[in-house]
């Protein structure tokens, strides 16, 4: 086949450059169309519980993380100057708009922020008697003019219980202002510098104030993609300068160099042109695929300019040498990239839509940019002149041979040695497994010493948290003509607020209570729920009254808190960025507090249920819960009114009904009618499940990946013997890895737990290229393994060398990004793949000595898709002006 593909390569040189050419046009319009991604990754999948309750949520409510908040520090806050600065930031944030281009290619300013809120615009709730309407009015209707005006708002204020630690948090001296953006524009492209507009707004008046913070999802959406959209530009930058200066260390040609760059820079803009194909946004992950390309594709150069090289030093015939880059590198070539691109391809195999979209984009191109790599190099030289002995002196290093001289004699000669440091390395390596830690955290891969770490973490030291953590009830009939609901509301915000993790939360009740004081006057004493016959009596002076004629037919007011049915009520909590286990564990936790509040009726039915002595336990059923004892009686009088009546009143024919047989049953059944469902959702929440369903996901993947190279294995070599032989060697970095992780406190998360996979699939790749040579020299030499292990340890151990420093210093690039998590990937991954170096020039020479008598010629007669090919050029292949 590779004969075959060498023949219509060289003899249609021209025509094979004019259409790559094509290609790359086509790509670089499509490269052009990527876009960033401005929504939260969806990590889980679309049928997963927890992702349905917070789209529902979100169709319900509105968004949920739209709120950027911004936080002024001042113990002389209060000051004319001060406030009304504080005032002007309001209305000035207020005007800010963006550029909205429409289908008719029209261009139009739209206001980008929904509305400001802080203590400068504040409302207050006011009685009206002569209309009998509440009235919602500003606190400040202009900006104040005097400090006793001033000092009168604050008073004002002062008196609103329903504003305290929402606004501000007088002990601390902070204030806040918080902004909620157009949730459409904002996950557009439109939103453009909007986030960075409002910051600009703000530090204009930054003088003013002691101190001023930023925090909510939109500022940290924003400046987290900022930073993506930087840091690609300087990993391309980066990898390509690596790439560079290790080629020209390498083979001290510039020709060389440029020749690589030039298939590694065509491959990049295949990749960013098959994302825009498929209409992918750029994300933290897809921002990693240009630089990995650029990494994954050079080792693929320098496989073919070596052997090249090595052949035209041979023999010196041009057409012969690059006959056979072609057709003994190709073939090997190409499995070793179809492994690493099935490392990276069993991301398709989760259900999370950002692994699938970065595992099929970096698995197109890594077959793609071998498909470069086999077409360009070749064409490229095919017009060149002969090399010359400066060409191939790179070859000729002594302390290239004094470390492949090591290396064999480690391999044949000390072999007791290597298993001793193996085998340690594999017991530290468990031990170091169990100290690992999974976590996921929306900041995570930020440093800790970054501003929007740090604004986060004094929002949480203050205000406990941002993210939103929502808690949503349903009930069967309209939620605010039920008290007791109202009651258990009320309940359940002071029982959760208890937790150190979770801020105060805001209810329909803190409404009604809102409602309720102003009822009275303004009386602050009267911010509370009072009994239900002040809410439901009836009279023109009522409150029912005032709220009827207040709300109407409109119900504005309440779609805060209410859905359009009025049967779901949320509670809005902030929860701190605490990370995976401790989200998981606050839900575990708060969950039965709010069942056992929201639902005594069905604790009592549990405890029914298992009572012995049922007529007591009955009995304390209908004292505490009256109107189980009416539904009850309902149902059995069975609409003979006297009897129900009868029942009603506590006749001691009710407590024989216990006796019957369908007792039970009717009695369940009158618990579950009136139960409360109900569901703890929210960004942070789902951003979590997410992340532990992400890292779950994506150890199955490596799994899978492990299956699938053990299968190619075996399909090459026909022999169990050798999937074990060849893999021992892979495995072993990947433990050392994982135990770093573990010694370390590296934890496993999203961006950690892919160093695996990818590291898993590019290692692979050493061991194929030292077997099939490996296989070229035990039938050159007649089944003498020993000799046919040394030779081929010689010959691939410079390629070998060569594609590790550069993939171990082109991952280490990764360090200078500004993500934890993208850091912490460059240095395991290269870590992992040094390992793999060593093991694969030393480990698995050593194996396949020891096992010499199980590993016979036999064994490696048929490598299926691995042909070995004669020293016998193609002798109808001809260059035309080569």
Not at 388 to 399: A, C, E, Q
Not at 728 to 744: I, K
Not at 825 to 853: H, R, Y
């Given at each position: 086949?590779?004969?075959?593909?060498?023949?219509?390569?060289?003899?249609?040189?021209?025509?094979?450059?004019?259409?790559?050419?094509?290609?790359?046009?086509?790509?670089?319009?499509?490269?052009?169309?990527?876009?960033?991604?401005?929504?939260?990754?969806?990590?889980?999948?679309?049928?997963?519980?927890?992702?349905?309750?917070?789209?529902?949520?979100?169709?319900?409510?509105?968004?949920?993380?739209?709120?950027?908040?911004?936080?002024?520090?001042?113990?002389?806050?209060?000051?004319?100057?001060?406030?009304?600065?504080?005032?002007?930031?309001?209305?000035?944030?207020?005007?800010?708009?963006?550029?909205?281009?429409?289908?008719?290619g029209s261009i139009t300013k739209e206001n980008a922020i929904d509305s400001v809120f802080s203590e400068a615009s504040a409302v207050n709730i006011i009685k009206d008697k002569k209309s009998?309407?509440?009235?919602?009015?500003?606190?400040?209707?202009?900006?104040?003019?005097?400090?006793?005006?001033?000092?009168?708002?604050?008073?004002?204020?002062?008196?609103?219980?329903?504003?305290?630690?929402?606004?501000?948090?007088?002990?601390?001296?902070?204030?806040?202002?918080?902004?909620?953006?157009?949730?459409?524009?904002?996950?557009?492209?439109?939103?453009?510098?909007?986030?960075?507009?409002?910051?600009?707004?703000?530090?204009?008046?930054?003088?003013?104030?002691?101190?001023?913070?930023?925090?909510?999802?939109?500022?940290?959406?924003?400046?987290?993609?900022?930073?993506?959209?930087?840091?690609?530009?300087?990993?391309?930058?980066?990898?390509?300068?690596?790439?560079?200066?290790?080629?020209?260390?390498?083979?001290?040609?510039?020709?060389?160099?440029?020749?690589?760059?030039?298939?590694?820079?065509?491959?990049?803009?295949?990749?960013?042109?098959?994302?825009?194909?498929?209409?992918?946004?750029?994300?933290?992950?897809?921002?990693?695929?240009?630089?990995?390309?650029?990494?994954?594709?050079?080792?693929?150069?320098?496989?073919?300019?070596?052997?090249?090289?090595?052949?035209?030093?041979?023999?010196?015939?041009?057409?012969?040498?690059?006959?056979?880059?072609?057709?003994?590198?190709?073939?090997?070539?190409?499995?070793?990239?179809?492994?690493?691109?099935?490392?990276?391809?069993?991301?398709?195999?989760?259900?999370?839509?950002?692994?699938?979209?970065?595992?099929?984009?970096?698995?197109?191109?890594?077959?793609?940019?071998?498909?470069?790599?086999?077409?360009?190099?070749?064409?490229?030289?095919?017009?060149?002149?002969?090399?010359?002995?400066?060409?191939?002196?790179?070859?000729?290093?002594?302390?290239?041979?004094?470390?492949?001289?090591?290396?064999?004699?480690?391999?044949?000669?000390?072999?007791?040695?290597?298993?001793?440091?193996?085998?340690?390395?594999?017991?530290?390596?468990?031990?170091?497994?169990?100290?690992?830690?999974?976590?996921?955290?929306?900041?995570?891969?930020?440093?800790?010493?970054?501003?929007?770490?740090?604004?986060?973490?004094?929002?949480?030291?203050?205000?406990?948290?941002?993210?939103?953590?929502?808690?949503?009830?349903?009930?069967?009939?309209?939620?605010?003509?039920?008290?007791?609901?109202?009651?258990?509301?009320?309940?359940?915000?002071?029982?959760?607020?208890?937790?150190?993790?979770?801020?105060?939360?805001?209810?329909?009740?803190?409404?009604?209570?809102?409602?309720?004081?102003?009822?009275?006057?303004?009386?602050?004493?009267?911010?509370?729920?009072?009994?239900?016959?002040?809410?439901?009596?009836?009279?023109?002076?009522?409150?029912?009254?005032?709220?009827?004629?207040?709300?109407?037919?409109?119900?504005?007011?309440?779609?805060?808190?209410?859905?359009?049915?009025?049967?779901?009520?949320?509670?809005?909590?902030?929860?701190?960025?605490?990370?995976?286990?401790?989200?998981?564990?606050?839900?575990?936790?708060?969950?039965?507090?709010?069942?056992?509040?929201?639902?005594?009726?069905?604790?009592?039915?549990?405890?029914?249920?298992?009572?012995?002595?049922?007529?007591?336990?009955?009995?304390?059923?209908?004292?505490?819960?009256?109107?189980?004892?009416?539904?009850?009686?309902?149902?059995?009088?069975?609409?003979?009114?006297?009897?129900?009546?009868?029942?009603?009143?506590?006749?001691?024919?009710l407590y024989t009904l216990v006796n019957l047989d369908e007792f039970d049953q009717v009695l369940q059944n009158v618990v579950e009618q009136e139960k409360f469902k109900f569901e703890i959702?929210?960004?942070?929440?789902?951003?979590?499940?997410?992340?532990?369903?992400?890292?779950?996901?994506?150890?199955?993947?490596?799994?899978?990946?492990?299956?699938?190279?053990?299968?190619?294995?075996?399909?090459?070599?026909?022999?169990?013997?050798?999937?074990?032989?060849?893999?021992?060697?892979?495995?072993?970095?990947?433990?050392?890895?994982?135990?770093?992780?573990?010694?370390?406190?590296?934890?496993?998360?999203?961006?950690?737990?892919?160093?695996?996979?990818?590291?898993?699939?590019?290692?692979?790749?050493?061991?194929?290229?030292?077997?099939?040579?490996?296989?070229?020299?035990?039938?050159?030499?007649?089944?003498?393994?020993?000799?046919?292990?040394?030779?081929?340890?010689?010959?691939?151990?410079?390629?070998?060398?060569?594609?590790?420093?550069?993939?171990?210093?082109?991952?280490?690039?990764?360090?200078?990004?500004?993500?934890?998590?993208?850091?912490?990937?460059?240095?395991?991954?290269?870590?992992?793949?040094?390992?793999?170096?060593?093991?694969?020039?030393?480990?698995?020479?050593?194996?396949?000595?020891?096992?010499?008598?199980?590993?016979?010629?036999?064994?490696?007669?048929?490598?299926?898709?691995?042909?070995?090919?004669?020293?016998?050029?193609?002798?109808?292949?001809?260059?035309?002006?080569?």
């Open positions: 086949m590779w004969a075959r593909v060498t023949r219509i390569l060289l003899k249609n040189r021209g025509a094979v450059i004019l259409s790559l050419l094509a290609i790359t046009v086509v790509m670089g319009f499509f490269a052009r169309k990527v876009e960033l991604k401005y929504e939260l990754a969806k990590l889980l999948p679309e049928n997963d519980p927890a992702y349905v309750a917070h789209t529902t949520f979100k169709k319900t409510f509105g968004q949920d993380g739209t709120v950027l908040v911004i936080a002024a520090k001042d113990p002389d806050f209060y000051n004319l100057n001060k406030f009304s600065k504080w005032y002007d930031l309001g209305q000035r944030i207020k005007t800010i708009q963006v550029e909205v281009q429409h289908p008719d009998r309407q509440f009235r919602i009015s500003p606190v400040l209707n202009a900006k104040p003019n005097s400090q006793r005006q001033l000092d009168s708002l604050r008073t004002v204020l002062s008196k609103l219980p329903f504003y305290k630690d929402i606004l501000c948090k007088d002990s601390a001296d902070i204030h806040l202002m918080t902004v909620l953006v157009n949730p459409k524009l904002f996950n557009s492209k439109f939103r453009g510098t909007l986030v960075q507009d409002i910051q600009a707004e703000t530090e204009a008046y930054a003088e003013h104030f002691k101190e001023l913070h930023y925090s909510g999802l939109p500022f940290i959406r924003s400046t987290t993609m900022n930073k993506v959209q930087a840091e690609l530009k300087m990993f391309i930058g980066l990898a390509i300068g690596v790439s560079a200066l290790l080629l020209l260390f390498f083979f001290r040609s510039i020709k060389v160099v440029l020749m690589s760059l030039l298939v590694v820079g065509i491959g990049v803009i295949w990749g960013l042109g098959t994302m825009g194909i498929a209409g992918y946004k750029l994300t933290i992950l897809q921002g990693l695929i240009p630089p990995l390309l650029i990494v994954i594709g050079i080792p693929n150069c320098i496989y073919l300019i070596n052997k090249y090289q090595q052949e035209y030093k041979h023999h010196g015939n041009k057409t012969k040498s690059l006959s056979r880059v072609i057709q003994k590198i190709g073939n090997t070539t190409l499995i070793t990239n179809l492994t690493t691109a099935m490392g990276f391809g069993t991301f398709l195999f989760t259900y999370s839509d950002i692994l699938k979209e970065f595992g099929m984009i970096a698995a197109i191109n890594i077959i793609l940019i071998f498909i470069l790599s086999i077409t360009i190099i070749p064409i490229i030289y095919s017009y060149m002149p002969p090399l010359k002995n400066r060409h191939t002196k790179h070859l000729d290093k002594k302390w290239l041979d004094w470390v492949v001289d090591r290396l064999v004699i480690w391999a044949t000669s000390r072999r007791k040695i290597v298993y001793v440091i193996s085998s340690t390395i594999v017991l530290l390596s468990i031990f170091g497994m169990t100290r690992m830690e999974t976590t996921g955290n929306i900041v995570d891969d930020l440093p800790q010493d970054d501003q929007v770490v740090m604004d986060l973490r004094f929002f949480e030291k203050h205000f406990n948290g941002v993210m939103p953590f929502e808690l949503v009830i349903s009930s069967n009939d309209t939620v605010y003509k039920q008290y007791k609901l109202l009651e258990r509301i009320e309940k359940i915000q002071k029982a959760v607020e208890k937790e150190p993790y979770l801020s105060r939360s805001l209810s329909l009740v803190d409404a009604v209570k809102f409602f309720t004081q102003a009822y009275s006057n303004g009386n602050e004493k009267a911010y509370k729920l009072k009994s239900p016959q002040f809410y439901g009596k009836q009279g023109k002076n009522r409150f029912s009254s005032y709220i009827n004629n207040t709300l109407g037919n409109k119900r504005e007011i309440t779609t805060d808190f209410l859905d359009s049915t009025h049967k779901q009520t949320r509670i809005s909590f902030q929860v701190a960025d605490v990370g995976t286990k401790p989200m998981k564990n606050l839900v575990d936790r708060v969950s039965p507090i709010i069942d056992s509040i929201l639902n005594p009726e069905a604790h009592s039915l549990e405890k029914f249920q298992l009572a012995e002595n049922k007529q007591a336990a009955i009995q304390e059923i209908f004292t505490n819960h009256p109107w189980i004892k009416n539904r009850i009686s309902k149902c059995f009088a069975k609409g003979n009114q006297e009897l129900e009546q009868k029942l009603v009143e506590g006749d001691p024919l959702t929210g960004t942070s929440v789902v951003y979590t499940k997410g992340t532990a369903y992400l890292v779950n996901n994506l150890l199955i993947s490596l799994a899978i990946a492990i299956f699938v190279i053990a299968c190619i294995m075996a399909f090459l070599f026909h022999s169990w013997r050798m999937v074990v032989v060849s893999l021992s060697p892979n495995f072993l970095p990947l433990l050392a890895t994982a135990a770093l992780m573990g010694y370390f406190g590296i934890p496993i998360k999203p961006s950690t737990i892919l160093v695996f996979s990818i590291a898993f699939g590019i290692s692979v790749d050493d061991t194929i290229h030292f077997l099939a040579k490996y296989r070229q020299e035990l039938k050159a030499r007649n089944g003498v393994i020993r000799a046919s292990v040394i030779s081929a340890l010689r010959e691939t151990g410079v390629s070998m060398i060569y594609t590790s420093i550069v993939l171990f210093f082109g991952f280490t690039m990764f360090a200078s990004s500004n993500f934890g998590g993208t850091q912490a990937l460059g240095i395991l991954v290269s870590v992992t793949l040094l390992v793999a170096m060593l093991t694969n020039l030393v480990l698995l020479p050593s194996l396949l000595l020891s096992f010499e008598k199980l590993l016979t010629k036999r064994e490696f007669t048929n490598l299926g898709g691995i042909n070995i090919l004669e020293d016998n050029p193609t002798p109808e292949l001809e260059i035309e002006n080569a």
